[in-house]
């Protein structure tokens, strides 16, 4: 079920309205569950930048990838790789989540966006577990914050 709220369409199964800032709890939640200390304070400090990622759908796929950053890839039980990659697979259950929070008329705009994403994060759980350490785990939250999310150019009828 999807609802508006003020501009932003938050979607939800439950049929609740949510908000970024309950994403964002999410994610700390899972954050300090993974008793990864540094990186709970380093997440916090970039609370602003992620909040201020525009346009509004850009966040909220953004901070959904990065719940299921920590939920699926940094948390203990989260360490099996294959059932994270097979989230990433097309119809996989991140990439269908983050379809549920795209307003109807844009997923075609959202598509290669998540595409270059879901590329970046398979590579990067391709990494050998000995180097999977914080700088790693910053370099998987800053994936899809760096990834550019940009509209095609208008046609103007000619050539380009």
């Known amino acids: ?3 508006v709220v003020g501009k932003e369409l938050s979607p939800s199964r439950r049929g609740r309205v949510e908000t970024e800032a309950e994403f964002e709890r999410r994610v700390m939640a899972a954050l300090r569950r993974t008793a990864r ?3 709970v304070e380093w997440y916090a400090s970039l609370t602003p930048s992620w909040l201020e ?3 509004a759908v850009h966040r909220l796929l953004m901070l959904r990838i990065h719940q299921w950053i920590a939920e699926r890839v940094l948390m203990p039980r989260g360490q099996d790789v294959r ?5 990433l697979k097309p119809g ?3 990439v269908r989540s983050l379809f549920t929070l795209i307003p109807p008329g844009e997923p075609d705009h959202w598509r290669g966006w998540i595409r270059l994403v879901v590329v970046d994060l398979k590579r990067a759980l391709r990494w050998p577990a000995a180097k999977r350490n914080e ?3 910053h370099w998987l939250f800053l994936i899809p914050y760096s990834e550019q999310a940009s509209r095609a150019p208008e046609s103007t009828g000619g050539r380009p």
């Open 1 to 3: 079920m999807r609802h």
């Open 37 to 39: 200390v540094g990186l």
């Open 53 to 55: 990622v525009e346009p």
């Open 83 to 87: 059932s994270a990659a097979e989230d």
């Open 92 to 94: 996989g259950a991140l």
């Open 135 to 137: 700088a790693w785990a």
